[in-house]
């Protein structure tokens, strides 16, 4: 592409919020899709009993692709079973909350998010609050006993037994009462490490032009600050053919983009050993007609094999742009945090930079990690000035449970870790701009995500994946000969202007 040029435990009781409950609890880009029936295949109904009256559920969704790939996954199970998906939540008869606990701020949320659920439940509005998700398998004994206002606690190896359940839980049982089948079966966690299933057949949570492609699970790696393979379970890769088979399903249902997820994603294939990665993974969806964007996400700054790098630069299906988190860049803190030494990181961020064109970067970086200095800290802020990734986030440090790091000495003060945060993104605020300006006058592809309620439509670039990178502002083409913008269009576009670290720009193909 021409023109480029070169981120203490929350208490699990007590928590009332005073803001309404979200259909889908992320960025306000993002929206929980008007879905109806038709948006999911009519599969017949394989969980047991058929309802005559349809039950409403709703579902908020919290927390990373992975979490909403599940949440996809439970809706169409739900849909199958004959159940009516609803986006409002006071016409729901449940409300299932998939939660995220990856640090405190989003336990929190999730928390927030259970005890409005549950306000609804006690106005009359819903009868029954499920709650999954990460902070459901992480702490399942914790919530069933300190928030009772949950009717079902469950784990990712019961997400398929949901219809079931809910069904008992409903009264749609005749001879099973919903308050004793309630507290019979009210905690459903089971194993972390879990067999795959056919995640095709979604009742999907993302525009129909675009979503995520899980091609692993778990982590084996064993970050000191970290949980998740505590409850997401041990590294494992999609089965090749399944993967594919549900990449044909996604792109054949109108999916352009497909964004590759896991914990670690260009892991993908590596525990098999049978010569088949992500390379390879990239190779076979390229041949995909209809599928015109493939985005990596989630990267760990190892794993990157030459025929990789060179899938990456070479497709013209992949995206140029790689999420690799990088957590710090000082030795000492990376000891400590047992991840990857500077010299190989920097190394590997060099090579991508010269044999990837057009590349942009993405990372996130951890502030105030126990033991860090302010030396530290400033060769972090001094590297990002040296070699600025085009989009970057920085969060504080959050003492896990379990994890190694929160029993280390010297934790750094919650003020020091917050200031340390504002500066590198102040810092990345004023790269962002810069590199959203280096790109007026630009004729770049754009992909049409979405319209406003008052008639604005939004887009993304290849350097921009849902939910946490900047948009492009879209005006309907200057020539009569053009056709109008529609959500969904892949379309060519100049590049008009900023507004801080988005762009604006019109159709000119």
Known sequence: MPCIRSPPTASLSGIVSHTPLRAHARPDRRRLCGLSASAVPDIANDAGVDIVAPKKVSMVSLGCPKNTVDGEVMLGDLFRSGFEIVNDHEDADAIVVNTCSFVEEAKTESLEAIMQAAQLKADGKAQRVIVTGCLAQRYSEDLAEQLPEADMVMGFQNYSSLPRHLKGMLGLFPELDPDTYSQQSRTQVGEATVSFRPEYDRHRLTPRHTAYLRVAEGCNHACTFCAIPGFRGKFRSKPWQQLLDEAKYLVESGVKELNLIAEDTNQYGQDRKDGKGLAQLMSELGKLDGLQ?????????????????????????????????????????????????????????????????????????????????????????????????????????????????????????????????DELVSLQQDVGQDFAESLIGCQIPVLVDSITDDGQFLGRTQWDAPDVDPMVFLSEPESNELP???????????????LLFDIEAHPVR
């Open 293 to 421: 964007w493939m985005r990596i996400l989630y990267a760990y700054p190892s794993y990157f094999t030459e025929d990789l790098i060179d899938e990456i630069a070479t497709n013209p299906k992949v995206c140029k742009y790689i999420d690799i988190p990088l957590q710090h860049i000082n030795n000492m803190t990376l000891l400590s945090m047992n991840r990857p030494p500077q010299e190989h990181t920097v190394k590997l961020l060099q090579k991508l930079r010269q044999r990837i064109p057009d590349l942009v970067l993405r990372t996130t970086f951890i502030s105030g990690f126990p033991g860090e200095t302010e030396e530290s800290h400033q060769e972090l802020v001094q590297f990002c000035k040296t070699f600025p990734f085009q989009r970057m986030g920085a969060f504080t440090y959050s003492e896990e449970d379990g994890t190694p790091a929160a029993e280390y000495r010297d934790q750094v003060p919650q003020d020091v870790r917050e200031a340390r945060r």
């Open 484 to 498: 109008a913008l529609a959500v969904g269009q892949m379309r060519l576009c100049e590049v008009d202007g900023t």
